[in-house]
């Protein structure tokens, strides 16, 4: 059962890794992607969750002014948490690769993320954490 539908976003609870899980299946930009992160925040809080698991290939290229908010009001939020293993499944265009890659790379001094071209391996890195 998903935690949060939307026709941009769902997010759910995988029980089985224990795992924030984000499937974002459009494009999102302002209160639609912040409320996105948010909510997914929300949900690894509540479940005291160290494994994200979010999966960016339908999301395209995350706008700019968004890109400073994951940077300077949620990262840091997320960051506080619990949260420890980020598993990013990156979009195929290059354009938005290249943002979600600038946004990977600020994780915190606790949590490591990694990138991947399929939600398989990501998994599978998570499982192995």
Known sequence: MAYYDRDHLT?????????VLMNWQAFAK?????DGLDAGLDLAIEHG???WLADLRDLGT???????????DWHPRAFESSLQN????QP???VS???VEEMVTEVGENTTSRIFDN?????????NQ
Do not use: F, K, P
């Open 119 to 127: 939600r398989d391996d990501a998994r599978e890195w998570l499982r």
């Open 11 to 19: 997010i759910e609870w995988d029980n089985d890794l224990e795992t």
């Open 86 to 89: 980020m598993a990013i499944v």
């Open 92 to 94: 195929a265009s290059v």
């Open 49 to 51: 969750a160290e494994n």
């Open 30 to 34: 302002g209160d639609d992607y912040r």
């Open 62 to 72: 995350v706008t700019q002014d968004d890109r400073d908010w994951t940077h300077d």
């Open 97 to 99: 690769n290249m943002s």
